[in-house]
């Protein structure tokens, strides 16, 4: 039933730009959806469409306790920009507790499991309270960040949350993000100047050098170029 939906509503924004796509979507789905960001680039540009634009979606964060003083700043600039609120969601503090007390606080470089354990605690488990009695989340996922992220649409069924997921970029490239970002003035993390093009966790995130993946900086010491956290299942 919901793939079909999927499927219309791919049908549905062909002939659509972005911000008539959100609009139309804000419509559709009236107090039962949600936009998650995380400060990057493409998550910017997706705020400002919603912002600027007056379009009845409800913005949230994931806040890990491990983000750059990079990411809390555009977080701050983005609030004073928009007057608009954002939606904080933060880790269970008895998981927290749990964890680091029994493995350290960089348990995550000693194994894929360990890794995968605290982007579970920090990020996974936040989402799904965040998505909790929504049906449809936006995220800002662009088909050239990864070959684990190729062939997707721009809507897709999340299988495991039964959710339709919306991705206005999907066929953005990083020169269009950029380029968005510069002309309409939105505020944005200094790192993707310092080389930094997919930002987490800080612990988990490096820069890159010209040529390499797009994911490359996330969990470098992990080879895959398919790597993800968990918030993404394709």
């Known amino acids: ?59 949230v964060t994931l806040d890990t306790g491990r983000l750059f003083k990079e990411t809390y700043k555009v977080y701050s600039q983005t609030l004073d920009n928009y007057k608009k609120p954002i939606k904080t969601y933060f880790p269970q503090n008895e998981a927290v507790e749990k964890m680091v007390s029994a493995k350290g606080p960089y348990s995550f470089y000693n194994s894929i499991d360990n890794r995968k354990e605290c982007c579970t605690i920090r990020k996974v488990e936040l989402l799904n309270r965040a998505l909790d009695g929504v049906e449809l989340w936006i995220t800002g996922i662009r ?28 066929h953005f490239s990083f020169e269009e993000v950029k380029k968005y970002v510069k002309e309409n003035h939105v505020p944005y993390n200094v790192l993707h100047d310092k080389g930094y093009v997919s930002i987490g966790c800080e612990p988990c995130t490096r820069a890159i050098n010209p040529g390499d993946d797009f994911r490359a900086g996330r969990w470098w010491w992990e080879s895959n170029s398919k790597k993800e956290c968990g918030l993404h299942t394709h």
């Open 1 to 59: 039933m919901l793939q079909k939906k999927v499927n219309e509503l791919n049908e549905l924004v062909k002939s659509l730009d972005s911000i008539e796509a959100l609009n139309f979507i804000a419509d559709k789905f009236k107090g039962k959806i949600v936009f998650t960001t995380s400060f990057g680039y493409e998550d910017q540009v997706i705020t400002d469409m919603i912002f600027e634009n007056n379009i009845n979606i409800d913005v």
């Open 143 to 170: 088909a050239e960040q990864s070959q684990n992220r190729e062939g997707m649409t721009f809507f897709e069924l999340d299988e495991s949350r039964q959710i339709i997921k919306y991705n206005p970029l999907l």
